[in-house]
């Protein structure tokens, strides 16, 4: 088996673990009440990719769940596109179980970070790289635990849900 297909298909099968965490912490802080900023009338009332958790003021162990989420429901989406068989829902399920731990430990990491918004300021660089290295850890773990259950579903898929799996975000 290619390599290079088997190492892009444990990618996506695991998006939850695979994807890297945003660095809330490049971000720039939002703009003071009353002041101009995105979503503002002079930006046509539009918020800015990324901006919007700034503008909720999510607190940065919120924003880490969040993400975390995201990838759980793009990993469920991914399993409606690939129209399983009843042969291929088990060795689903177990890619499944498999990225579910991983999100468990990398929730863990996410409860390291502070639970109100108006503690982000108190982070230190050194707090942001320890999180980062914590996340990174959780996200290879995952994928290593993974693998497995990723290799024995890729197997089992027919090439049109191989092709799915490659490229999950070809359009048309």
């Known amino acids: 088996m290619n390599k290079m297909k088997l190492a892009g298909a444990a990618m996506v ?3 939850a673990v695979a994807v890297p965490v945003i660095g809330w912490s490049q971000s720039p802080p939002p703009p ?28 940065p162990q919120q924003a880490c769940v969040d993400r975390i989420a995201r990838r759980a429901g793009f990993v469920a989406s991914m399993g409606f596109k690939l129209n ?3 042969d291929q829902k088990p060795l689903w ?3 499944v179980a498999a990225a579910q731990t991983a999100q468990a430990s990398e929730r863990q990491a996410c ?21 980062r290295q914590a996340m990174m850890q959780a996200q290879l773990q995952g994928l290593q635990q993974s693998e497995p259950a990723v290799q024995a579903l890729y197997q089992a898929l027919t090439p049109e849900q191989k092709a799915i799996l490659d490229h999950p975000f070809r359009r048309g």
Do not use: F, Q, Y
Request: charged share 20%; glycine share 12%.
């Open 13 to 15: 099968a695991v998006a």
């Open 32 to 59: 003071p009440p009353g002041a101009a900023g995105p979503g503002g009338p002079e930006h046509g009332g539009m918020m800015h990719r990324g901006s919007e958790r700034w503008a909720k003021n999510v607190s």
């Open 84 to 86: 399983l068989t009843a």
């Open 93 to 95: 399920d177990k890619v």
């Open 111 to 131: 409860a390291a970070l502070p639970a109100a918004a108006a503690d982000r300021d108190k982070l230190t660089i050194i707090d942001r790289m320890n999180h």
